[in-house]
């Protein structure tokens, strides 16, 4: 896939205006806070109604401004997103009435040095990757997500009251049982293939004994109410939901230790950077084209030999938020846009 055009209004601190792409490599560069990751998060924004920095659609909107605006044009498609407090979204000029409607016209992945988090940090961080990955292999799955967690909320306020009638609970149990389930067989089908994947994509960077474990306390990733009943009264003491989707993990170990607790600082980014690769490759697989990439100064950790090293590995068109570093970039078809003060201009 190609992102050709992108047109944005109200966005950030970026100034109104339309901008033309090359289809390999595109490099976005200026100073800190000039606009650099705003521009990302735009095409972002554009492929999947949502980003990869807030929850809150709102502080994308530009200081003073009423609403936003995002319309990109990819491979003859053309689609927009505006934004004023509801979301409304339209592809090549027909109005989408859900997300999972519109998500996956264009296929992006985004890497970041936040994603050393997804290693580093709690559950909640890998889960969500596993998410968004599922999300945009099949949009619905975002909207069952989306269900779980509404019945999920529901369930852990009955017990968080304590006193009422346990029957009060069966009433949410089948209902959260089907949504969790749901969860549960998507994941499932994937994690074959995630751990195929990043045998394959480890072995490319020299990573050899790696592997993946997911965790869960569900048997089979299977939820069952024999299951929620053994654990009701500990559910009630404790007042929240103790099995389901939610309360699953993953761990990824070398030689057989947790890169978690036991690989130093640039081992665990270079991880970070492995699972973008296996998302990128498995959204490959799926699409049969090139997601593309947006890259936001993710490399500047890195030794020059791993920048080159991975940057080697990229393919398709690439977009390149840095403040330097373009010596390690070799690629002959590429575009420069600076960006000063929200204003982007070519070099």
């Known amino acids: 896939m190609v992102l050709q055009t992108i047109i944005y209004e109200g966005f950030r601190n970026l100034k109104d205006g339309e901008i033309s792409f090359c289809e390999d490599l595109n490099i976005i560069t200026g100073e800190n806070g000039a606009g650099k990751t705003n521009l990302l998060e735009a095409i972002f924004f554009s492929a999947y109604g949502t980003s990869f920095r807030t929850n809150d659609d709102r502080n994308m909107v530009k200081f003073n401004e009423s609403y936003m605006r995002v319309t990109s044009v990819s491979n003859e498609m053309n689609a927009s997103i505006f934004y004023n407090g509801t ?14 409607d519109y ?10 040095l936040n994603d050393i988090w997804i290693i580093k940090g709690s559950p909640a961080k890998r889960r969500s990757f596993l998410d968004w990955l599922l999300i945009k292999l099949h949009p619905v799955y975002g909207a069952n997500l989306n269900e779980y967690k509404k019945i999920l909320r ?10 009422l009638d346990i029957s009060l609970l069966d009433v949410y149990n089948e209902r959260f049982i089907h949504w969790a389930n749901l969860i549960y067989a ?4 994937i994690l074959p293939v ?3 994947v990043l045998e394959i994509k480890a072995k490319e960077i020299g990573l050899n004994n790696i592997s993946f474990e997911y965790l869960s306390p569900c048997p089979d990733m299977e939820l069952t109410l024999e299951a929620l009943k053994k654990v009701e009264s500990m559910e009630f003491n404790r007042a929240e939901t103790l099995l389901g989707p939610h309360r699953d993990d993953f761990t990824i170990k070398i030689n057989g230790y947790p890169v978690k607790e036991f690989s130093s600082e640039g081992e665990t980014r270079i991880i970070a950077l492995l699972l973008k690769l296996i998302e990128r490759e498995i959204i490959k697989q799926k699409i049969n084209e090139e997601p593309i990439l947006l890259l936001d100064e993710v490399m500047i950790e890195l030794d020059r030999f791993h920048r080159k090293q991975f940057f080697e590995m990229l393919k398709g068109q690439i977009f390149y938020a840095t403040v330097n570093g ?10 420069v846009l600076i960006i000063k003060r929200g204003y982007i201009a070519l070099s």
């Open 87 to 100: 979301k409304k979204f339209t592809v090549n000029g027909n109005e989408k009435e859900r997300l999972s």
């Open 194 to 196: 995630f751990k195929e």
């Open 326 to 335: 373009l010596e390690d970039i070799n690629k002959h078809n590429k575009k």
């Open 103 to 112: 998500v996956g016209w264009l296929p992006v992945v985004i890497m970041s």
């Open 154 to 163: 529901q369930r852990n306020l009955i017990l968080q009251q304590g006193n």
């Open 186 to 189: 998507e994941r499932k089908k």
